[in-house]
């Protein structure tokens, strides 16, 4: 809870307290007043302090799924740089083949 000051406006003076010591107290009107949060901006706050612990939650599962997205868009690109390689060599074999053979059977 906020604690602070509030200043006080009255025509009398200040009242004080003596303690035990004799010495004087800070006068009634400046002692510390708990401020309270009204109900409505209580159950607001609570509000938006759930909306953002959702969306924290939200943002970590996010992420980790970008993080496994990203692994398998590179497990996928070696695969695929892979059969473009299998692809080239299986081209060049057919290219080296004579082009006017003739079927075994003729």
Do not use: W
Not at 3 to 32: E, Y
Not at 56 to 80: G, K, M, P
């Amino acid at each position: 809870m906020a604690r602070f000051f509030l200043p006080v406006k009255c025509s009398t003076p200040a009242r004080t307290n003596r303690d035990a010591t004799g010495g004087q107290s800070p006068p009634v009107a400046a002692l510390p007043i708990v401020a309270r949060i009204p109900p409505v901006q209580d159950q607001r706050l609570t509000e938006v302090e759930t909306r953002y612990s959702y969306l924290e939650r939200l943002v970590e599962d996010l992420s980790r799924v970008i993080h496994e997205q990203q692994r398998f868009i590179e497990a996928l690109s070696t695969r695929l740089k892979r059969m473009e390689s299998l692809v080239s060599e299986a081209i060049e074999q057919t290219d080296e083949r004579p082009a006017q053979e003739k079927p075994p059977h003729y």
